[in-house]
């Protein structure tokens, strides 16, 4: 049976691990190179690099922080940050990177999930997607790391990035992320009953249950996590050992 | 010197690391001439089937492959798309495999996918052994294995298929014919499972 994974994220700037709340106030947290082969060590399933000032600066990901990445690392990783073009994934992909996610140029220029398709396999395509619930009770899509609000519902465009060949959602509640305060279940539910490919659920991770929440009521086929690990809050190996005595199907 | 087949598409850094890792020579392998001085030849899983295919047939490597794995017996492996290049044929592309292995390459049929319909099947699953192989020695029970993928490969000869997975059906997930050998998830993904998995294949 395939087993539930649990991803530490790493957004990285100026190439160092950072950690902020509500998408501001960042925190340093050490060598992402360093940190993504400790956690591949501990158990960890994936592993996601987030380039989060690439689409802001308008810096390209660093290929070079990918490559070193994969020389020290043996499960899968996912790049993201400032893809904008077929040529921004094949030098990605060519550095070491298993999977890229696209978020604000993917929402600007849908062809672009659909290049990559094609190109690439929709194994490749995963689809970041930040969103807020307003007070209208409605999620939103937002662009530019939370920057951005549109007019676009979450669900929506996460059908239509799958039928242009998504193969992956990456979901972060803007409104839980940094809290600890558990993930956003209602949204993550929505998703991950609705659409054909797997969900990553993202924010708000901060206790152990919070996991077997996202999993057993939210139907998350993983989730993901960051200043938790980083901050050594909570460790791998005791939070997997956790789940799996929850009976959540999990890889020890 | 084990050849590592690069098609020019996608990354093939994770094989020569880890066999780095254990001091095992590797090579990667574009043209004809690399294949001169090898011993194991190994076909990753990158990129899509026909792309693979018709890199393979234009380098002129498919033809010398063929003659080191068909006529000098010479162990292969194939991983994901390349175990699927093992077969006849593919959904996923029109032009014909290399015909190693009897079998051809299906999409998973979303219906048959039970609890909730998502392909690709991604992530960690078991692998259930189902006959000896020297492949999977040293292998706790429990090992799980990376998948990526949207297609299996339907096997014609029970008695080639090593072990079986479980997405909604039970498929092949890894087969063998005298010196030709198939995985469908990624060993070189498979943290140290995967490992000793290479490990043991560079053995053989």
Not at chain 1, 94 to 102: E, F, H, P, T
Request: charge should be negative; proline fraction near 3%; glycine fraction near 8%.
């Amino acid at each position: 049976m395939l087993t539930k994974r649990i991803i530490p994220c790493l957004d990285i700037k100026d190439g160092r691990t950072v950690k902020g709340t509500n998408f501001v106030d960042l925190r340093d947290a050490g060598d992402p190179v360093e940190l993504g082969a400790l956690y591949a060590q501990q158990g960890a399933d994936e592993l996601v690099f987030l380039d989060i000032t690439a689409t802001v600066e308008k810096r390209k990901t660093l290929s070079e922080l990918v490559n070193k990445i994969s020389h020290h690392i043996n499960i899968p990783f996912t790049v993201g940050g400032g893809i904008s073009s077929v040529d921004d994934v094949r030098v990605l992909l060519q550095n070491g990177a298993d999977k890229i996610s696209v978020n604000t140029a993917a929402y600007k220029n849908p062809q672009l999930v659909q290049d990559l398709e094609k190109e690439f396999g929709s194994q490749c395509v995963v689809l970041a997607i930040d969103t807020r619930q307003e007070d209208d009770g409605e999620w939103y899509v937002y662009l530019n790391g939370g920057r951005v609000k549109t007019e676009t519902k979450c669900l929506d465009w996460a059908k239509k990035a799958v039928d242009l060949g998504a193969g992956e959602i990456l979901l972060t509640s803007m409104n839980h992320d940094g809290t600890k305060q558990g993930f956003a279940l209602d949204i993550t539910r929505t998703l991950a009953t609705q659409l054909s490919v797997p969900v990553i659920a993202s924010g708000g991770g901060g206790a152990m249950e919070h996991f077997v929440d996202v999993f057993e009521n939210a139907k998350a086929d993983a989730a993901l996590a960051a200043s938790i690990f980083h901050f050594k809050e909570i460790g791998i190996e005791p939070l997997k050992e956790y789940l799996k005595e929850k009976n959540i199907n999990i890889r020890i | 010197m084990i050849a590592l087949i690069d098609y020019g598409l996608g990354n093939i850094n994770a094989f020569v690391n880890v066999f780095k890792r254990v001091n095992v020579p590797i090579k990667t392998a574009k043209q004809v001439e690399d294949l001169d001085d090898v011993t194991k030849i190994i076909l990753p899983g990158v990129g899509a089937f026909d792309h693979a295919m018709k890199q393979l047939t234009e380098s002129g490597m498919k033809e010398k492959l063929n003659e080191l794995v068909l006529v000098k017996e010479m162990p292969v492996i194939g991983i994901c798309v390349g175990m699927q290049m093992l077969g006849k044929s593919s959904d996923e592309g029109n032009l014909a495999g290399l015909g190693w292995i009897d079998g051809d390459v299906k999409k998973f049929d979303e219906k048959l996918i039970t609890q909730r319909t998502k392909i690709p099947h991604m992530g960690w699953n078991d692998v259930k052994p189902i006959r000896e192989t020297k492949l999977f020695n040293g292998l706790e029970k429990e090992a799980l294995f990376y998948f990526l993928h949207s297609y299996y490969f339907k096997c014609n000869v029970p008695s080639d298929i090593i072990a079986t997975s479980d997405y909604g059906i039970e498929f092949a997930c890894a087969i063998n014919h005298k010196n030709v050998y198939g995985v469908q998830f990624h060993p070189e993904k498979s943290h140290h499972y995967g490992e000793q998995l290479l490990h043991n294949f560079a053995k053989i």
